[in-house]
């Protein structure tokens, strides 16, 4: 009986979190698009201000959960150190890319609308990917 | 988190007003998110429904798709963060499992209907508006009662 619980609890926590990604998946379609031109289009118009308005709080949201996320995979022994570091890295690093490129691109450097679309594609994945790995550990950890 | 259950607080004086600072501010967050989406939704059911589907006969334009998908991500975020910072603290109190299990369980559902029904409301209608309206509530009451039990765990000194 407690296992189901915990099952369905660690799966609820888990749906929440996919759910939040899809839904800032969604939004940033909806809004920006999914193309390199469609990515300069949005950035490009927009003001010093209007990019500091969105980074600032992702920049300051994603780090805590990131933290909150990346707090679980530290504590699940079953899993390579390796396959760790390598979980910690992409995510660090695709969030800092997905993050900035709209800067870089609002200077002018239309270049990084490639990089802005394969960072955010790249984020999701590797969250789904993290998840998964959290979510499969600790139902054999539970078990 | 790991590091708030880590060690037993009430030995722990620096750590014991630390999260009982934390419990306070997500305790006020709570009653203020409440009381913001009462303002800027209303409080009844009738203007939750009004506010996201519109009403035709009162000429209220329902709430646009971006619009709906920008205040449940904001939200939604927020909700989560407070949701891992009291369950942390909650499940160190060392309650009964049935009871431990039970807080965990209706706090994930109710805030797991709070975005679904607000998704849905533009295809199950009303329903959704209100299933969103009732996990946004339960949610919040729960936040509060767990983190009323933890404050005063920790006021007296009891993990």
Redesign the interface.
């Known amino acids: 009986m407690n296992f189901k619980i915990l099952q369905f609890v660690t799966l609820a926590f888990s749906t929440l979190v996919i759910l939040q990604a899809s839904l800032g998946t969604l939004l940033f379609t909806r809004l920006v698009g999914l193309t390199p031109h469609d990515v300069n289009l949005y950035y490009g118009d927009k003001s010093l201000h209007g990019l500091l308005e969105v980074i600032l709080p992702h920049t300051l949201f994603i780090s805590i959960a990131l933290m909150a996320v990346l707090h679980f995979l530290a504590f699940i022994q079953t899993i390579d150190p390796r396959t760790k570091q390598k979980a910690i890295y992409s995510l660090f690093t695709l969030f800092f890319l997905d993050q900035f490129s709209p800067l870089l691109i609002s200077f002018g450097l239309e270049f990084f609308a490639v990089i802005k679309i394969i960072a955010f594609i790249g984020f999701q994945v590797a969250l789904l990917w993290v998840w998964g790995m959290i979510f499969r550990q600790t139902l054999k950890l539970i078990k | 988190?790991?590091?708030l259950a880590s060690k037993k607080l009430s030995d722990n004086s620096v750590m014991r007003s630390i999260i009982i600072g934390m419990l306070l501010s997500l305790i006020l967050a709570m009653v203020l998110s409440l009381s913001a989406k009462g303002i800027d939704y209303g409080v009844s059911p009738n203007k939750w429904i009004n506010t996201v589907l519109g009403n035709e006969a009162e000429f209220i334009d329902p709430m646009s798709?971006?619009d709906l998908?920008?205040g449940?991500?904001?939200d939604?975020?927020g909700l989560?963060?407070t949701f891992?910072l009291i369950a942390s603290v909650y499940a160190r109190m060392g309650r009964s499992?049935v009871l431990m299990?039970g807080f965990?369980?209706l706090s994930?559902?109710s805030?797991?209907a709070y975005?679904?029904g607000m998704l849905f409301s533009s295809i199950i209608g009303s329903s959704g508006v209100i299933l969103s309206l009732g996990g946004f509530i339960v949610f919040h009451l729960l936040m509060i009662m767990g983190g009323l039990d933890s404050l005063i765990g920790l006021l007296r000194k009891k993990f």
């Open positions: 988190m790991k590091f798709f971006n998908l920008f449940i991500h904001t939604l975020f989560i963060i891992i499992r299990m965990l369980t994930l559902l805030l797991l975005p679904i």
